[in-house]
C-alpha cells in the first residue's frame, strides 16, 4: 500500500477520530492538536500497520496513548518544588502557639478521663502504651496471655467511651 493510498484511507475516519479528540481533551484547539499528532504518527509508523487489521483500532490505539503521553508530561510540568532554605519557618505563626498551649489543658483532661477507668484496666493498657509487649505484660502481672488482650481491648473501649464528647 502505498503512501498517498494509506493516507486516504486514515483520512476516511478522521470524524471518528475528531469525535474522539473532543471527548478526550475537552477543547477544540487541543482537539486538532492531538488528531495532527496522530495523523503524524499513524503516517510515520506505517509499516507497522498490517493490512487487513482493523485500522480504526490501530488509529484510536495511536490517539489515546498520544494523549495519554502528553496528559502526563503536562502534569509533571506542573508540579512545583519549594526550594527555599527555611520551609520549617514557612508556615510556623500564631497557630502552633495556640495549638501548644491547648495541648496542656487537653492533656490534663485526657489524663483525668483515663485514670476514671478501672484501675486493672488502665495498668495494663500503660504498660502496653509505654512499648510493653503482650507477653512481658503477662509474665510481669502473672495473668494469662487472653487476659491481657481483652484488658487493653476493653481499656480502649472505656476510654473511647469516656472520650467521645471531647472528639
Known sequence: MSK???GSLILS?????????MKLTKSFEDSNDLMQETYFKALKNKDKFQEGTNIKGWLYTIMK????????????????VDETDN????????TEKSVQTDAVVDREYMMKQINSVE??????????????????IAEILEIPLGTVKSR???ARRKMMDKLKDYR
Open 13 to 21: 475516519h478522521q470524524s471518528f477520530l475528531q469525535q474522539l479528540a
Open 119 to 136: 484501675k486493672t484496666y488502665v495498668e495494663t493498657f500503660m504498660m502496653y502504651y509505654n512499648g510493653y509487649k503482650y507477653e512481658e
Open 152 to 154: 487493653i481491648f476493653l
Open 65 to 80: 496513548n498520544t494523549f495519554i503521553n502528553a496528559y502526563r508530561k503536562k502534569k509533571n510540568q506542573n508540579t512545583f
Open 4 to 6: 498517498s493510498e494509506f
Open 87 to 94: 520551609k520549617y519557618f514557612i508556615n510556623m505563626g500564631e
